[in-house]
């Protein structure tokens, strides 16, 4: 017999951002009982976390297990109590031979367990085994953890009722619909059960309330955010979106607050025009399925209003104070409590522009660019920091280059991310980026695994990016590598510089491990060698030397070559030696691409017909100068020997 | 319309209803209810306990001359602990709203994940922020840690941002508007605390005595903790309660200097850290003062 299986999880909110890993990993949990089933579905709301399977079976397969007894020799009294032990009778038994003699054993049927039970004995570890990133106990603290109070579970296998308990949470057939439209106990089937929660304005499935939204935002000009519609869909059980507008004299403020103020604080989307700016309009998504007396709506525009007030309040109020007149308030401002203050890492991300070449308006903006934090517009919206300098610089007539430098400081915040848009800009954000971490290495905050708490991985990928893509020939190395930095902080760099290439611009592996190991101070012109090689890769005489010179290394490190002699080339034997030589005389210089079609039969035939080991000392140590200057000379593209080849 | 005071008075006979005990603001300043001994101490320990409170909590730095429509230098709190948190807490807490009239079958309420921390409590908890109609009007916190020690029973604390609360039930765009009592603005009762506060805060505050002040309080509750005795079997007698509204002074003076722009970069950790230290200090001596002496056990 097959069964449906459904298993809901009651909790309170769930944080929006954590739900669907912990449906990932429900199922992982589930998968990992080995009960066999033909399908599971994974649902969520913000109060339930659901897992549906199909096709279990009622019980587990019989199976037979054998237990070996007294030796044949055994008094029949020890017989007899082997026999007792496993609730049998002695004729039961049979004799068993085995390497070490002959047993008497005996064959137990096991009757495969109803899985009912196995599940009534798994789940509750299932249950309180799933990751969440921050959990809470709520019995007390000798309690469970979960990520908030859990409050009831629905566990139905087939009909039955899959009877465990968590923190004093009987598990049952009732679950709770909507917490004011819904009743709070509804019984269920696991055939009706969706179209119950439906009755008491739950919808289950994300999708659905994801496509209830947009389907109901049909010809609305809202701004699409995927990242917003997840979080609405996920903070909802019944989800509806409504349209408010306000006063469109705050248009006045600068669009980038106005929108952080909808988008992040009060999870609206904004909407535009027909020439898309920004209209006086937004949009919230309610929990509850309509607002016929316009509460929602007046309650939602009377906040936003209170907020672009509070917005203007600090727009005007900061601008009394100019951000040069800032500078010295930045002394009151921690950085981090080891580094000191804002002021000082001002001055020391002046003195890294200028070591980067910054021009005079890069300097300028490296010294505002921080005095932002002292106005009350960032200390209210921390995530506009760096965008809210740069308004306040354009408006107190700051030079463009300048105030647009302040305003990308931070940028780019993600691999997704922009860089900064001129060369000006680059630099300051490159010196803020690094001065961080330098500074951090220097007292120890290193990151470990997740945790990173100055993000200094994503600082350490914006060097990377604006270097790179900003076309920035500046030596890296040098750059974190100076006396008093840390040597962890070439291998983070080293890390960060290999993911780029790799998991982001999609170079192989081996290529990027090539290319790196013919160095990696210059990032711009390891970009170009990573091109070259992976132009190089697909034709027919690039593994084959490759391999060649994975072999050279081999032969060169095996006889422990040190270099030091003087290439002789009287001591070359005509044929496959002098040839090779006399190519490589040829195509010394010329770039790889253009020879190597060339040089490879040269290589081949060498390897072919004369050994390296030869007898006489001073011809053997020719040979192997003549391979190492050729290693050499293409090597300063890519250390070909770290190419995985096949052959 | 309900005045201010109503909605007070509403909340107030909610929670009684529900078994709290009604207390009174606590009379030493603090920068928000949790800070009240009837929160911080109560935490702590087996007993079961449920208390509501209106407590004027005080910030010094959001303080803006009476300029801003929404900020305020001292606004009100309720409070509400119940500990053990009672299953069915969220339903209890959505009856209050309905309560004060609010009709959430026609309104739109989430819970969006907010944790809370006070490191100079040591403490900390997970929760939410309920926002109404886009609003933030409670901050939902069950307590883990309490001066630095994991709680018997987990508390759910509830805090009501009351002038909020009141500016959206009447429908007003600026705090100062909203009536307090019939006739009577909260502007009328509160403006002026607002702006001489500010001014004391922002401009007149003594630096030098503000420092001298917070190191006489550092000192006394330094000096009370250090006579407590553990194993004194007259150890009931001892007067954590006194020590610890030393150590709300010294936060409150702590405040005071840093709206004030006194406190440097390389103090600020540092005077975080003492004022923490007193407060777990106190904390784990009334955890344990609150268990039956030696002597008493024995017997």
Same mark, same amino acid.
């Given at each position: 017999?097959?069964?449906?299986?459904?298993?809901?999880?009651?909790?309170?909110?769930?944080?929006?951002?954590?739900?669907?890993?912990?449906?990932?990993?429900?199922?992982?949990?589930?998968?990992?009982?080995?009960?066999?089933?033909?399908?599971?579905?994974?649902?969520?709301?913000?109060?339930?976390?659901?897992?549906?399977?199909?096709?279990?079976?009622?019980?587990?397969?019989?199976?037979?297990?054998?237990?070996?007894?007294?030796?044949?020799?055994?008094?029949?009294?020890?017989?007899?109590?082997?026999?007792?032990?496993?609730?049998?009778?002695?004729?039961?038994?049979?004799?068993?031979?085995?390497?070490?003699?002959?047993?008497?054993?005996?064959?137990?049927?096991?009757?495969?367990?109803?899985?009912?039970?196995?599940?009534?004995?798994?789940?509750?570890?299932?249950?309180?085994?799933?990751?969440?990133?921050?959990?809470?106990?709520?019995?007390?603290?000798?309690?469970?953890?979960?990520?908030?109070?859990?409050?009831?579970?629905?566990?139905?296998?087939?009909?039955?009722?899959?009877?465990?308990?968590?923190?004093?949470?009987?598990?049952?057939?009732?679950?709770?619909?909507?917490?004011?439209?819904?009743?709070?106990?509804?019984?269920?089937?696991?055939?009706?059960?969706?179209?119950?929660?439906?009755?008491?304005?739950?919808?289950?499935?994300?999708?659905?309330?994801?496509?209830?939204?947009?389907?109901?935002?049909?010809?609305?000009?809202?701004?699409?955010?995927?990242?917003?519609?997840?979080?609405?869909?996920?903070?909802?059980?019944?989800?509806?979106?409504?349209?408010?507008?306000?006063?469109?004299?705050?248009?006045?403020?600068?669009?980038?607050?106005?929108?952080?103020?909808?988008?992040?604080?009060?999870?609206?989307?904004?909407?535009?025009?027909?020439?898309?700016?920004?209209?006086?309009?937004?949009?919230?998504?309610?929990?509850?399925?309509?607002?016929?007396?316009?509460?929602?709506?007046?309650?939602?525009?009377?906040?936003?209003?209170?907020?672009?007030?509070?917005?203007?309040?600090?727009?005007?109020?900061?601008?009394?104070?100019?951000?040069?007149?800032?500078?010295?308030?930045?002394?009151?401002?921690?950085?981090?409590?080891?580094?000191?203050?804002?002021?000082?890492?001002?001055?020391?991300?002046?003195?890294?522009?200028?070591?980067?070449?910054?021009?005079?308006?890069?300097?300028?903006?490296?010294?505002?660019?921080?005095?932002?934090?002292?106005?009350?517009?960032?200390?209210?919206?921390?995530?506009?920091?760096?965008?809210?300098?740069?308004?306040?610089?354009?408006?107190?007539?700051?030079?463009?280059?300048?105030?647009?430098?302040?305003?990308?400081?931070?940028?780019?915040?993600?691999?997704?991310?922009?860089?900064?848009?001129?060369?000006?800009?680059?630099?300051?954000?490159?010196?803020?980026?690094?001065?961080?971490?330098?500074?951090?290495?220097?007292?120890?905050?290193?990151?470990?695994?997740?945790?990173?708490?100055?993000?200094?991985?994503?600082?350490?990928?914006?060097?990377?990016?604006?270097?790179?893509?900003?076309?920035?020939?500046?030596?890296?190395?040098?750059?974190?590598?100076?006396?008093?930095?840390?040597?962890?902080?070439?291998?983070?760099?080293?890390?960060?510089?290999?993911?780029?290439?790799?998991?982001?611009?999609?170079?192989?592996?081996?290529?990027?491990?090539?290319?790196?190991?013919?160095?990696?101070?210059?990032?711009?012109?390891?970009?170009?060698?990573?091109?070259?090689?992976?132009?190089?890769?697909?034709?027919?005489?690039?593994?084959?030397?490759?391999?060649?010179?994975?072999?050279?290394?081999?032969?060169?490190?095996?006889?422990?070559?040190?270099?030091?002699?003087?290439?002789?080339?009287?001591?070359?034997?005509?044929?496959?030696?002098?040839?090779?030589?006399?190519?490589?005389?040829?195509?010394?210089?010329?770039?790889?691409?253009?020879?190597?079609?060339?040089?490879?039969?040269?290589?081949?035939?060498?390897?072919?017909?004369?050994?390296?080991?030869?007898?006489?000392?001073?011809?053997?140590?020719?040979?192997?100068?003549?391979?190492?200057?050729?290693?050499?000379?293409?090597?300063?593209?890519?250390?070909?020997?770290?190419?995985?080849?096949?052959? | 319309?309900?005045?201010?005071?109503?909605?007070?008075?509403?909340?107030?006979?909610?929670?009684?209803?529900?078994?709290?005990?009604?207390?009174?603001?606590?009379?030493?300043?603090?920068?928000?209810?949790?800070?009240?001994?009837?929160?911080?101490?109560?935490?702590?320990?087996?007993?079961?306990?449920?208390?509501?409170?209106?407590?004027?909590?005080?910030?010094?730095?959001?303080?803006?001359?009476?300029?801003?429509?929404?900020?305020?230098?001292?606004?009100?709190?309720?409070?509400?602990?119940?500990?053990?948190?009672?299953?069915?807490?969220?339903?209890?807490?959505?009856?209050?709203?309905?309560?004060?009239?609010?009709?959430?079958?026609?309104?739109?309420?989430?819970?969006?994940?907010?944790?809370?921390?006070?490191?100079?409590?040591?403490?900390? !908890? +997970?929760?939410?922020? &309920?926002?109404?109609?886009?609003?933030?009007?409670? *901050?939902?916190?069950?307590? =883990? %840690?309490?001066?630095?020690?994991?709680?018997?029973?987990?508390?759910?604390?509830?805090?009501?941002?009351?002038?909020?609360?009141?500016?959206?039930?009447?429908?007003?765009?600026?705090?100062?508007?909203?009536?307090?009592?019939?006739?009577?603005?909260?502007?009328?009762?509160?403006?002026?605390?607002?702006?001489?506060?500010?001014?004391?805060?922002?401009?007149?505050?003594?630096?030098?005595?503000?420092?001298?002040?917070?190191?006489?309080?550092?000192?006394?509750?330094?000096?009370?903790?250090?006579?407590?005795?553990?194993?004194?079997?007259?150890?009931?007698?001892?007067?954590?309660?006194?020590?610890?509204?030393?150590?709300?002074?010294?936060?409150?003076?702590?405040?005071?200097?840093?709206?004030?722009?006194?406190?440097?970069?390389?103090?600020?950790? !540092? +005077?975080?850290?003492? &004022?923490?230290?007193?407060?777990?200090?106190?904390? *784990?001596?009334?955890?344990? =003062? %609150?268990?039956?002496?030696?002597?008493?056990?024995?017997?």
């Amino acid at each position: 017999m097959s069964l449906p299986f459904l298993l809901e999880i009651g909790v309170e909110e769930i944080p929006d951002w954590m739900v669907r890993s912990a449906l990932e990993n429900l199922r992982l949990l589930f998968e990992k009982l080995e009960i066999p089933h033909e399908s599971v579905t994974l649902d969520a709301t913000p109060r339930r976390l659901v897992l549906r399977a199909e096709g279990l079976p009622a019980r587990q397969a019989d199976s037979e297990e054998r237990v070996l007894g007294p030796a044949a020799s055994a008094p029949e009294k020890a017989v007899a109590g082997f026999a007792r032990k496993q609730g049998a009778r002695p004729e039961d038994l049979t004799i068993e031979s085995t390497p070490k003699g002959k047993y008497y054993s005996f064959v137990r049927k096991v009757a495969g367990r109803p899985t009912k039970d196995i599940l009534a004995e798994a789940l509750p570890g299932v249950i309180l085994e799933i990751y969440f990133p921050k959990t809470m106990y709520w019995t007390g603290k000798s309690g469970p953890r979960f990520i908030r109070p859990i409050r009831w579970i629905v566990a139905l296998l087939g009909e039955e009722i899959v009877p465990f308990e968590i923190a004093g949470v009987r598990a049952g057939a009732l679950t709770a619909g909507h917490r004011r439209l819904g009743a709070r106990e509804i019984a269920i089937t696991t055939a009706d059960y969706e179209q119950r929660l439906r009755d008491h304005y739950v919808i289950l499935s994300a999708e659905e309330r994801r496509g209830k939204i947009l389907k109901e935002l049909k010809g609305v000009p809202y701004k699409p955010d995927h990242g917003l519609l997840d979080t609405l869909v996920y903070l909802t059980e019944f989800p509806t979106p409504i349209t408010g507008s306000f006063d469109p004299r705050f248009l006045e403020l600068p669009e980038e607050v106005l929108v952080t103020v909808m988008r992040h604080h009060q999870r609206y989307f904004s909407v535009e025009d027909a020439e898309g700016r920004l209209a006086p309009q937004f949009v919230a998504v309610m929990n509850i399925p309509s607002d016929p007396e316009g509460f929602v709506r007046r309650g939602n525009e009377r906040v936003l209003r209170a907020r672009f007030n509070d917005a203007r309040f600090f727009w005007e109020t900061d601008q009394k104070k100019k951000l040069a007149d800032r500078v010295p308030d930045l002394a009151h401002v921690t950085f981090q409590a080891k580094l000191g203050s804002y002021l000082e890492k001002t001055g020391r991300t002046v003195e890294l522009v200028k070591e980067l070449g910054g021009d005079a308006h890069a300097v300028r903006a490296a010294q505002l660019c921080k005095c932002d934090l002292t106005t009350e517009l960032v200390k209210e919206f921390t995530e506009l920091q760096g965008v809210v300098g740069g308004l306040y610089a354009r408006a107190q007539g700051e030079l463009e280059p300048v105030w647009q430098a302040i305003y990308d400081h931070y940028k780019p915040e993600s691999l997704e991310d922009a860089i900064p848009r001129h060369r000006t800009a680059q630099i300051v954000a490159l010196a803020d980026k690094l001065d961080t971490l330098r500074g951090c290495f220097r007292v120890g905050l290193i990151p470990s695994g997740s945790r990173d708490p100055f993000a200094l991985r994503r600082a350490a990928q914006g060097v990377v990016k604006i270097l790179v893509e900003g076309k920035l020939e500046l030596p890296l190395l040098d750059l974190i590598g100076g006396a008093g930095d840390s040597a962890q902080l070439k291998d983070f760099f080293e890390d960060r510089v290999r993911y780029y290439f790799r998991d982001y611009r999609g170079f192989k592996y081996d290529e990027v491990n090539a290319a790196m190991a013919a160095g990696w101070n210059n990032l711009v012109d390891l970009l170009e060698r990573l091109e070259r090689i992976q132009n190089l890769r697909p034709t027919p005489d690039f593994e084959p030397l490759a391999a060649s010179f994975k072999r050279i290394r081999n032969i060169l490190e095996q006889a422990q070559f040190t270099g030091g002699a003087e290439f002789d080339p009287s001591l070359l034997e005509a044929g496959p030696e002098r040839e090779l030589y006399e190519e490589y005389q040829r195509i010394a210089g010329q770039p790889i691409e253009s020879v190597i079609s060339r040089l490879r039969p040269k290589v081949d035939l060498f390897f072919d017909k004369v050994l390296v080991n030869a007898p006489d000392a001073r011809v053997r140590q020719n040979r192997l100068t003549l391979l190492n200057t050729l290693l050499a000379e293409f090597s300063t593209i890519a250390d070909f020997s770290e190419i995985v080849t096949n052959s | 319309m309900q005045s201010f005071q109503e909605i007070i008075f509403k909340l107030k006979q909610y929670w009684a209803q529900r078994g709290c005990i009604i207390q009174e603001p606590y009379d030493v300043e603090v920068g928000a209810g949790t800070m009240c001994p009837e929160t911080f101490l109560r935490v702590l320990g087996p007993r079961p306990y449920r208390v509501a409170y209106v407590q004027p909590s005080r910030r010094p730095a959001d303080g803006r001359y009476g300029d801003n429509p929404n900020r305020l230098f001292k606004h009100s709190q309720l409070q509400v602990i119940l500990k053990p948190t009672p299953e069915d807490v969220i339903e209890q807490y959505l009856g209050s709203l309905e309560a004060i009239g609010i009709d959430l079958r026609a309104h739109d309420i989430k819970f969006e994940e907010d944790n809370w921390e006070a490191p100079t409590l040591g403490a900390w !908890g +997970v929760g939410w922020q &309920v926002m109404l109609d886009g609003l933030e009007i409670t *901050q939902f916190t069950y307590f =883990q %840690q309490c001066g630095g020690i994991d709680l018997d029973l987990v508390p759910a604390e509830l805090t009501y941002g009351l002038e909020r609360l009141t500016a959206f039930l009447q429908m007003r765009d600026s705090v100062y508007d909203i009536e307090w009592a019939p006739g009577v603005s909260y502007g009328d009762v509160r403006y002026n605390d607002e702006l001489q506060y500010s001014v004391y805060n922002f401009e007149l505050a003594d630096i030098p005595t503000l420092w001298k002040l917070f190191e006489l309080h550092e000192g006394e509750a330094a000096r009370l903790l250090k006579l407590y005795d553990p194993k004194s079997a007259e150890k009931r007698r001892f007067p954590l309660l006194a020590a610890y509204d030393q150590v709300l002074k010294c936060s409150n003076l702590f405040n005071t200097l840093d709206s004030r722009g006194a406190i440097s970069v390389t103090e600020r950790v !540092g +005077v975080i850290q003492r &004022v923490r230290k007193l407060a777990v200090g106190v904390a *784990q001596a009334w955890a344990d =003062q %609150q268990q039956p002496a030696a002597a008493e056990v024995a017997e």
